[in-house]
């Protein structure tokens, strides 16, 4: 599977768990900002990763793939925000941090080879 396909797959799949983490915080802690947030930056990820494989141009790629990469700063930050605030436990978000981690680290792999070939 080539990095790519990785990256789409698993921002895919964290998407889905930004979905049900935002039910989870409506529903359980009747919680309406932070989650509206987290579901937009942890989304968004997987959207710009998608959009920039459709990319005209080798610098339109890596823009795309620059975004996906900021979206997942913010979305690490409103992940140790929910811990912090007491929202979710060292369970949840030791799962959800790794995730992020993950994904950002091969987005910046993918970006630093995209830049290297431009």
């Known amino acids: 599977m080539s990095k790519e396909n990785l990256l789409i797959d698993r921002s895919l799949q964290f998407a889905g768990r930004m979905v049900q983490l935002h039910k989870y915080l409506v529903k359980t802690h009747k919680e309406g900002i932070i989650s ?37 700063a913010e979305t690490e930050y409103w992940i140790r925000l929910l811990k912090l605030s007491e ?5 949840m978000f030791d799962s959800l941090l790794k995730d992020c981690m993950d994904i950002k680290n091969i987005l910046t792999a993918t970006l630093r080879t995209a830049k290297d070939n431009k």
């Open 36 to 72: 509206k947030q987290i579901i937009r930056s942890g989304t968004s990820i997987g959207a710009n990763i998608n959009e920039a494989n459709y990319g005209s141009s080798p610098a339109d790629f890596i823009a795309k793939m620059q975004i996906a990469q900021k979206e997942t």
């Open 87 to 91: 929202y979710i436990d060292e369970k």
